[in-house]
């Protein structure tokens, strides 16, 4: 067996209880699992056949297949943090309508402690 293959297994398979063990103990909500199970399958279908990658890069004229794989995981990572980026924003909003709730709140309490 060739090495990179048997360390692409590994790397999965690894991947895939760290991933588990995460939803497990609930650190990590499902939707982000399945982004990362997503992301790792085209990892795990390469490690175990590398020449799809080669395939991939002759039908789309890359002369070096690592150039093709380097592009899309930076395209990949892109989106991953373009994703958290519009979950922070999202989560920065609801917390900011929260707060002014809770604010509001505790103004009507006070009111009527005072009386």
């Not at 067996?1 to 895939?16: E, P, R, Y």
């Not at 980026?85 to 006070?110: G, I, K, N, P």
């Amino acid at each position: 067996m060739n090495g990179v293959f048997v360390v692409g297994l590994i790397g999965g398979a690894v991947s895939l209880v760290l991933i588990g063990e995460l939803l497990r103990r609930r650190q990590l909500r499902e939707k982000y699992a399945v982004i990362w199970l997503l992301i790792g399958l085209p990892i795990a279908v390469l490690a175990v056949a590398p020449s799809l990658l080669d395939k991939a890069a002759d039908q789309l004229g890359v002369a070096d297949p690592v150039n093709l794989l380097l592009f899309l995981s930076v395209l990949v990572l892109l989106g991953v943090c373009l994703h958290l980026s519009w979950e922070c924003s999202r989560l920065e909003e609801e917390t900011r309508s929260l707060v002014e709730e809770v604010a509001l709140l505790r103004h009507r309490v006070e009111r009527w402690e005072r009386r």
